[in-house]
């Protein structure tokens, strides 16, 4: 587990499924399991699918046959993971025809002898479950290794909920980028210095120059005339202080033409909080 819960430190969200595949694997071999796998319940749709599965030499893969299976075929098994109980079958045979008909069928299919499967936990959500099969032989999981894969679970809980996290923050930083990419208004970020760190299409259409053009140039030298200079040193002096304002300058484009810019500027912090420059939102009048 250590070494698992190791691989998953600073982990590149490109990496993350082929982690949890090499995870699957390791701990498949430590309980000697023939097949790992996890699967993610949707209670709305009523179904259970297969996203991750290992199998070991020689072993046939079931992921592709077991993509929204009806729930109705895990009632026992579900009842046990909502009340945050493993599901141990130590021999699949045993069970009553009667009682689990559907489920012996499933399982038989897949020539499974025993399996575990853990219930998936955030929080109270039940979100799914990690299982491990043994085909060739029958298997006794013993209380420590019960123990050993709930932790599993709870790490394979934590990584999925740090992908889902990167997901949204990626959805969000794509949907700010495309406002501020298509907004009518010049957008020019700066750092402490005064120097170029992005800007929009509308600013570099306004300006005259391009983005490559821009970046690393230092705004007030470029544009600025020279007898307002001192209200640019003036604000970033404020912005420096954590002060937003508004203001015009006149300033002269690529061209060479004199324009009157109406600018918002506000300081711009990093993750930390920590002041790394400013933004302004610029409007040609």
Known sequence: LIDIASTYINLDPKDVENTINQSLEKMGLFVSADRAYIFDYDFEKGVTSNTYEWC???????????????????????????????????????????????LKSILVAQDIKSLIAIPMLDGDELIGFVGFDSVRNH???????????????????????????????????????????????????????????????TFCDMSGYNLDELKGKQATGLFVVEHQKNIIIDKIIKRNENKSDSYEVEIINKKGEKRWWFISGAPNYNDKGQLIGSIGIHLDI
């Not at 990584?159 to 700010?176: A, F, G, H, P, S």
């Open 139 to 201: 298997y006794h999981y013993s209380e420590k290794e019960k123990r050993l894969l709930f932790l599993f679970g709870q790490m394979l809980i934590n990584i999925r909920n740090r992908e889902k996290w990167d997901n949204q923050l990626r959805l969000q930083e794509e949907k700010y980028r495309n406002i501020i990419a298509n907004m009518y208004l010049g957008l020019l970020e700066v750092d402490r210095h005064d120097y170029i760190v992005y800007a929009n299409q």
């Open 56 to 102: 070991n030499i020689g072993i046939d893969s079931e992921i592709h046959n077991l993509q929204n299976v009806p729930n109705d075929f895990f009632l026992q098994w579900i009842a046990q993971h909502q009340l945050g109980n493993a599901f141990y079958i130590k021999d699949v045979n045993a069970l009553e025809e009667e009682k689990d008909g559907e």
